[in-house]
């Protein structure tokens, strides 16, 4: 982390260096610094959660995204597939500024958006964007990041089977959301709609400014364990149906 901040210094080269995301707590010291100088380095973070698997729990990230959504003038992008992550390297490129880039270990789909009626991956440089709408004013709000977008999409399809409309926010990066104006926020959370889940393999902290007091999380409590990566992300409920399951659980509490 030092020397990627000395290569940056230098004015000269876009460095990026990457490791395991829950082995940054070794070099938080040094992106510390490149945020307070404003230095252009790039983190690629990757085994970014459970999904990791038979590592174990010490190589499982749970705190870390909430950890370093704190740090000022950090920019955290956790793209859903592949068309994010290009896009959303594009967009840490056109920025002056250093920004981790947090990747999955295990394999995802790569969304077919025009045949599935998916908005474009160019809007991860908004930091949050509709990824898939309903007709008219939405009953929930099903927000996510990295890979567990997914499960709000087959979220969507299910409650819609159920007469629920709900809309897909997929959010790689709140820093980049927050920049933009309160017209284009409340394009994509509006207000008046206050049934809303959200769903990432972390702890739910970050995501209470956006759920609001009726909103629920489905997030992390707990440190990981060994076991499969599919096995572990049903253990601990990010699953579709648990993403259909509270978004009923919010609805009825409106």
Same mark, same amino acid.
Request: aromatic residues 8%.
């Given at each position: 982390?030092?020397?990627?901040?000395?290569? #940056?210094?230098?004015?000269? +080269?876009?460095?990026?260096?990457? +490791?395991?995301?829950?082995? #940054?707590?070794?070099?938080?010291?040094?992106?510390?610094?490149?945020?307070?100088?404003?230095?252009?380095? %790039?983190?690629? *973070? @990757?085994?970014?959660?459970?999904?990791?698997?038979?590592?174990? &729990? %010490?190589? /499982?990230?749970?705190?870390?995204?909430?950890? !370093?959504?704190?740090? &000022?003038?950090?920019?955290?992008?956790?793209?859903?597939?592949?068309?994010? @992550?290009? !896009?959303? *390297?594009? =967009?840490?490129?056109?920025?002056?500024?250093?920004?981790?880039?947090?990747? @999955?270990?295990q394999g995802l789909p790569t969304l077919h958006r025009g045949e599935e009626g998916l908005a474009s991956a160019a809007n991860v440089a908004k930091g949050a964007y509709i990824l898939k709408d309903t007709e008219g004013t939405p009953d929930v709000l099903l927000m996510g990041s990295g890979s567990e977008v997914q499960l709000a999409v087959e979220a969507a399809k299910e409650l819609a089977k159920q007469g629920v409309a709900a809309r897909v926010i997929s959010v790689p $990066?709140? =820093? *980049?959301?927050? /920049? /933009?104006?309160?017209? !284009?926020?409340? /394009?994509?959370?509006?207000?008046?709609? %206050? #049934?809303?889940?959200?769903?990432?393999?972390?702890? &739910?902290? &970050?995501?209470?400014?956006?759920?609001? $007091?009726?909103?629920?999380?489905? #997030?992390?409590?707990?440190?990981?364990?060994?076991?499969?990566?599919?096995?572990?992300?049903?253990?601990?409920?990010? @699953?579709?149906?648990?993403?259909?399951?509270?978004?009923?659980?919010?609805?009825?509490?409106?």
């Amino acid at each position: 982390g030092g020397i990627l901040n000395g290569i #940056a210094a230098d004015e000269l +080269t876009r460095p990026y260096g990457g +490791t395991f995301f829950v082995f #940054a707590d070794y070099m938080r010291g040094a992106v510390r610094l490149a945020a307070l100088m404003n230095l252009p380095v %790039t983190y690629v *973070w @990757t085994h970014d959660s459970i999904g990791v698997g038979e590592d174990g &729990p %010490t190589h /499982q990230p749970v705190e870390h995204l909430t950890a !370093y959504r704190a740090i &000022p003038n950090l920019s955290i992008v956790r793209p859903m597939d592949g068309p994010e @992550t290009g !896009y959303a *390297w594009l =967009e840490i490129l056109r920025r002056d500024a250093p920004a981790g880039l947090i990747l @999955t270990r295990q394999g995802l789909p790569t969304l077919h958006r025009g045949e599935e009626g998916l908005a474009s991956a160019a809007n991860v440089a908004k930091g949050a964007y509709i990824l898939k709408d309903t007709e008219g004013t939405p009953d929930v709000l099903l927000m996510g990041s990295g890979s567990e977008v997914q499960l709000a999409v087959e979220a969507a399809k299910e409650l819609a089977k159920q007469g629920v409309a709900a809309r897909v926010i997929s959010v790689p $990066c709140m =820093e *980049w959301f927050e /920049q /933009q104006d309160d017209a !284009y926020k409340e /394009q994509v959370m509006p207000a008046a709609v %206050t #049934a809303r889940v959200s769903v990432e393999a972390g702890l &739910p902290d &970050p995501w209470y400014k956006y759920l609001g $007091c009726k909103g629920k999380a489905v #997030a992390m409590d707990s440190f990981g364990l060994p076991g499969a990566a599919g096995e572990l992300f049903e253990h601990f409920g990010f @699953t579709a149906d648990a993403v259909v399951a509270k978004a009923k659980e919010v609805l009825s509490n409106k």
